[in-house]
Nanobody, 128 residues
Framework: QVRLEESGGGLAQPGGSLRLSCAVSGGSVRDLDVGWFRQAPGKEREFLVAIRRTGTGGRSVYGDSVKGRFVISRDNAKNTVFLQMNALKPEDTATYFC???????????????????WGQGTQVTVSS
């Protein structure tokens, strides 16, 4: 059973940076499609970015709201996926979740319902 654990959330100032981690157990991160999503109170879950499993080339797909600011990466040795968040804005305040699946097609990556495994989330607050 794949398990995901997010960490790295906290308080950041506008314009600042945070790096979130998604530690994977019960499976190899290189064999998983991993996505990051967020949800703010009263809002729908939003797709941020996903990285495909290594066997499909490891391509990354970004949502429009974070293109140019957020970067996803994978460390196979640590079995972890990272989300580097730069130029943070107050509207980035949300609970951030990582999700994983063993076999998604490219067009399915932005849809959270397609992922089989989810972490518990980590809170990110951007405020001065």
């Amino acid at each position: 059973q794949v398990r995901l654990e997010e960490s790295g959330g906290g308080l950041a100032q506008p314009g600042g940076s945070l790096r979130l981690s998604c530690a994977v157990s019960g499976g190899s991160v290189r064999d998983l499609d991993v996505g990051w999503f967020r949800q703010a109170p009263g809002k729908e879950r939003e797709f941020l970015v996903a990285i495909r499993r290594t066997g499909t080339g490891g391509r990354s797909v970004y949502g429009d709201s974070v293109k140019g600011r957020f970067v996803i990466s994978r460390d196979n040795a640590k079995n972890t996926v990272f989300l580097q968040m730069n130029a943070l804005k107050p509207e980035d305040t949300a609970t951030y979740f990582c999700a994983a699946d063993r076999s998604l097609i490219l067009s399915s990556l932005p849809r959270g319902n397609n992922y089989d495994y989810w972490g518990q989330g980590t809170q990110v607050t951007v405020s001065s």
